[in-house]
Each structure stands twice: as C-alpha cells, then as structure tokens.
Nanobody
C-alpha cells in the first residue's frame, strides 16, 4: 500500500517562507515524476511545480523565482521550498507522484493535502 506523507504546512505572514515535504511510504517500482499541486477555495486544483526523475523541473508562472522543488530519488522524497509568500498562495497543497508498477502499468498517487495560509 503506497501512501504519500506530507508535512510542513501552516500559517505564515506575507513575505515569509515555508518548506513542504512529501515522503513515499511503500514501494513504487519506478517513479517518473513528483509534483506539488494546490487548490484554493472555489478554484480548480493547479500544478505548482514538478520534477522529473532526471531532474528537469517546471513551475507555474505565478511561483517562478519564489518556489523551488527538489527530490531525492534514493529516499523517494520531494520538497517544495516556498519563499516570498503572498496571500494568493493560500491553498491546500497536495503531493503527487506518477510512476509504474512492475508490469509497467502507470500509477498515480496523491497525498492527503496540507494547508498553507499566508496572512498577516
């Protein structure tokens, strides 16, 4: 049974920083991509940042230059360093992992979500 265990959310003032972490519990044969999504009240879930196995990253335009995604392939973890946070970054943040089982069937896993609130 694979689970994604998230940590690091909370309340922070505008301009502050938070670091989100996600660890894969259980075994995935091969992980292709690891990512963070977010969903604000009344809005659709959106991709914040993703990192491929080889290290290629991509970011939403709204977070470029402020957020950094990193992964540890040996530990199967992915972190999101969030700096210069703005009130509009307030959302529930979800970890996502896409991989394959031993039969090369695609697998898609989601964390339970962690709340990030940016407010003075």
């Amino acid at each position: 049974q694979v689970q994604l265990v998230e940590s690091g959310g909370g309340l922070v003032q505008p301009g502050g920083s938070l670091r989100l972490s996600c660890a894969v519990s259980g075994s995935i044969f091969s992980i292709r991509s690891m990512a963070w999504y977010r969903q604000a009240p009344g809005k659709q879930r959106e991709l914040v940042a993703a990192v491929q196995r080889g290290g290629t990253t991509n970011y939403a335009d709204s977070v470029k230059g402020r957020f950094t995604i990193s992964r540890d392939n040996a530990k199967n973890t992915v972190d999101l360093q969030m700096n210069s946070l703005k009130p509009e970054d307030t959302a529930v943040y979800y970890c996502n992992v896409v991989g394959y089982d031993r039969n090369l069937q695609p697998q898609n896993f989601w964390g339970q979500g962690t709340q990030v609130t940016v407010s003075s």
